[in-house]
């Protein structure tokens, strides 16, 4: 009863669109566990006859309202009924609406490219498709996670895919991760072609403002030409 505030110790929000049941379920079990009260979702036999028993119903059918969303609210809450039936019907909604998750997910996950978001965010977005496919008792081989970022990275990173595919023995996908991240800072540490070009057009011209214009050169040349071929006339009349 002294807990006002459940979001504080049950972060997770129970939702039919998401997979984390099993999130979701761990948190509120060990919620539970800690005041004693994980037999009125878990027992059948613990019937709130008595005025205190009732009350601690109550409270744990408010936990459990508090940290599922308003569809499923909406769904489960009846009145008169027990905190084991609310959390029986949470499980059975889920457990229907496995299958089509699980094959959602699934298509999601073998689908999803890199584009154009960094490794760190391409790794954590795979990585938290396969744990909820794994908490749909869908479990992802880690040889398919990494065969997974792979497939879906940028062409950018194209050498190195091929380069860790022939790697012996299988990388995993934690050494993947970081082979990746290192190769994405030396990437960006790298002058870019553009920029080369750019450098280069530049210091060539730089060196062609030194030098005099062919034009005036040749204007030059030929003037001198003239003067020392008239001065030789002079001499010889």
């Not at 079990?29 to 009260?37: E, N």
């Not at 008792?137 to 595919?165: C, Q, T, W």
Request: charged share 20%; proline share 4%; net charge negative.
């Amino acid at each position: 009863m002294a807990v006002q505030n459940i979001r504080a110790l049950v972060p997770v929000t129970l939702d039919l669109s998401s997979s984390n049941l099993n999130k979701w379920r761990g948190q509120f079990l060990t919620t539970l566990g800690k005041y004693s009260l994980t037999a009125h979702v878990l027992s059948d036999d613990s019937q709130p006859d008595s005025p205190n028993l009732c009350r601690m119903d109550c409270i744990v059918r408010e936990w459990l309202y508090g940290t599922i969303s308003h569809d499923l609210c909406e769904i489960v809450m009846e009145s008169g009924v027990t905190a084991r039936a609310v959390w029986t019907a949470l499980e059975g909604r889920f457990i229907d609406n496995k299958e089509t998750l699980s094959l959602h997910l699934d298509a999601e996950f073998r689908a999803f490219v890199q584009g154009d978001i960094n490794i760190s965010d391409y790794y954590h977005r795979l990585k938290s498709m396969a744990d909820a496919l794994d908490d749909l008792s869908e479990p992802v081989l880690d040889r398919i996670l990494v065969l997974a970022i792979l497939h879906g990275l940028n062409e950018k990173f194209a050498y190195m895919a091929a380069l860790l595919k022939r790697q012996h023995p299988f990388p995993t996908f934690l050494e993947v991760r970081s082979d990746l991240l290192l190769d994405e800072l030396e990437m960006a540490s790298r002058p870019s072609p553009l920029s080369t070009v750019l450098v280069a057009t530049a210091s060539s011209g730089a060196k062609d403002s030194a030098l005099p214009s062919g034009g005036q050169g040749a204007t030059t040349t030929s003037r001198s030409s003239a003067s020392s071929s008239g001065g030789s006339s002079s001499a010889n009349c």
